[in-house]
C-alpha cells in the first residue's frame, strides 16, 4: 500500500497559512536570491508566496497588471523590472505583515 502524498504546492500554502515563521522565512529568501543574483530561483519562490497570500488574480487587479503577465514576469526566463519586483513583494508582504525596518537591519546589517 502506498502512503498517501500532498502535492508540493499544496504543502507550501497550507504552511504559509500556518506558520507565520516559514512565511517569513519564504519572503526573506526570496529577497535574498534576488539580492545575491539568483533571480531565477527567487522569482520561484516568489510565485509560490503570491498562491499561498494573496494568490495571482487578486495580484493582478491590485497592479493592474494581467495575470497571463505576472506568470510570464515569474517564469525562470521571465524579466520582471524592478518597479513590478518592488510592488510585488509589498503586495505579498500585506498579509505578511513583516516590517520592513526590521528585516533590513536583521538581514542587511547583520552581514
Known amino acids: 500500500m502506498m502512503a498517501l502524498t500532498r502535492n508540493f504546492k499544496e504543502t507550501v500554502v497550507a504552511r504559509v497559512q500556518s506558520d507565520p515563521a516559514f512565511a517569513q522565512a519564504l519572503f526573506d529568501e526570496a529577497i535574498n536570491l534576488f539580492l545575491n ?6 522569482k520561484l519562490v516568489l510565485r509560490d508566496l503570491i ?3 494573496i494568490g495571482f488574480e487578486s495580484l493582478s487587479q491590485e ?8 506568470h510570464r514576469m515569474l517564469l525562470s526566463s521571465g524579466n520582471p523590472n524592478m518597479n513590478y519586483v518592488s510592488v510585488i513583494f509589498a503586495a505579498v508582504n500585506r498579509p505578511l505583515k513583516i516590517e ?12
Request: zero cysteines; a positive charge.
Open 37 to 42: 543574483g539568483e533571480s531565477d530561483t527567487a
Open 51 to 53: 498562491n499561498a497570500t
Open 63 to 70: 497592479i493592474y497588471k494581467p495575470i497571463k503577465s505576472l
Open 100 to 111: 520592513t525596518r526590521k528585516w533590513i537591519t536583521h538581514n542587511l546589517m547583520n552581514d
